[in-house]
């Protein structure tokens, strides 16, 4: 196997180990993953001035016997200006961690252009929460986790849920909504749901992704 890597993909997370190391995580067309940036935090460390949500080329090498690779090489292509500013911060980390939890190889390059187009919409739109619950259930149907649409609708209660409880109740315009985000074109899904009671379907995203995902870190930020 070729020890060296060189792939393209957005930097999701920034985690500082003692002695200057961080753990980089991507999301890449090819799927999530993480290296390590050695002494990155140190005043001389230039992979330590790279930030959330550039798109990077970058090249890593795998040692024999190591669990992560080491990041050798990072060319920033561009970067997302806006998504340090509340709340917009807060939803583009949630997106992040969400692609990066279910960018399998399997299902990565159908990931890949939804989290770029969301955190692009996160970082423009006058109304960035309407991109985040596009973006949001696009990624889980990308992923084979969108709602069972057939049911009666959605339960408010929230923890342990049952098959036909799962998400949240969002009535008949929720209902509808959610289908123009899971099934039309992206523009006209957005249109759709500037009419829509986006709390709700935030929150049913929250929930149905706590079920189908796992918690994720960045829920509590939104």
């Known amino acids: 196997m070729d020890r060296y890597r060189t792939l393209e993909g957005l930097l999701i997370g920034r985690k500082p180990l003692p002695g200057g190391d961080v753990i980089l995580s991507f999301v890449t067309p090819e799927g999530a993953m993480q290296a390590v940036a050695r002494k990155a935090m140190r005043p001389t460390g230039r992979s330590g001035r790279l930030s959330l949500f550039h798109h990077l080329r970058f090249q890593v090498y795998q040692k024999p016997g190591n669990d992560l690779p080491t990041l050798t090489q990072a060319e920033l292509v561009g970067r997302l200006e806006g998504l340090e500013i509340p709340p917009r911060f807060a939803y583009a980390s949630y ?5 990066f939890r279910l960018a399998s190889p399997e299902v990565a390059s159908r990931i890949w252009p939804i989290l770029i187009s969301g955190l692009r919409g996160i970082a423009k739109h006058a109304n960035p929460k309407v991109v985040l619950v596009w973006a949001g259930w696009r990624v889980l149907r990308a992923a084979g986790l969108q709602p069972n649409m057939s049911g009666q609708g959605f339960s408010l209660e929230e923890g342990r849920l049952t098959e036909e409880e799962r998400g949240v109740f969002l009535g008949s315009e929720g ?18 749901l500037e009419r829509a009671p986006l709390d709700r379907l935030l929150r049913a995203l929250k929930v149905h992704a706590d079920s189908t995902v796992g918690a994720l870190n960045s829920a509590a930020l939104l």
Not at 95 to 99: D, P, R, S, T
Not at 178 to 183: C, M
Request: hydrophobic share 60%; no cysteine; aromatic share 4%.
């Open 95 to 99: 997106l992040g961690e969400l692609a």
């Open 175 to 192: 209902v509808q909504a959610l289908r123009a985000v899971l099934f039309l074109p992206g523009s006209e899904a957005v249109e759709a």
